[in-house]
Nanobody
Framework: QVQLVESGGGLVQAGGSLRLSCAASGRTIDRYIMAWFRQAPGKEREFVAAIDWNGGTTYYTNSVKGRFTISRDNAKNTVYLQMSSLRPEDTAVYYC???????????????????WGQGTQVTVSS
């Protein structure tokens, strides 16, 4: 079972930037597609971005395209989410998760994933 620790969240003004990290332990993630999700208060968890095993291909939900960048460092067993031009609607708890299937393609439904960390809170003030 993989353990995931998300960090890097905080309070930032609209237009600002944050870099989230997701450190994995207990299992190497270098052969897994990795994804970021977020959950705002009173809302369902939603897909944000995903990256393939070597970082060659990425996928984003429309609302973050051009503002967020997902990356990974397999040597550090860590995935990142660089967030820029932040908006109040980006406020949420952010989670990362490995795609358990390893069959290719990006899965965006949270129910597909089975490993979650505690998340990191991102709050964007207007």
């Amino acid at each position: 079972q993989v353990q995931l620790v998300e960090s890097g969240g905080g309070l930032v003004q609209a237009g600002g930037s944050l870099r989230l990290s997701c450190a994995a332990s207990g299992r190497t993630i270098d052969r897994y597609i990795m994804a970021w999700f977020r959950q705002a208060p009173g809302k369902e968890r939603e897909f944000v971005a995903a990256i393939d095993w070597n970082g060659g291909t990425t996928y984003y939900t429309n609302s973050v395209k051009g503002r967020f960048t997902i990356s990974r460092d397999n040597a550090k067993n860590t995935v990142y989410l660089q967030m820029s031009s932040l908006r109040p609607e980006d406020t949420a708890v952010y989670y990362c998760s490995p795609d358990p299937s390893r069959t290719g393609g990006f899965h965006t439904r949270p129910s597909w994933y089975d490993s979650w960390g505690q998340g990191t809170q991102v709050t964007v003030s207007s």
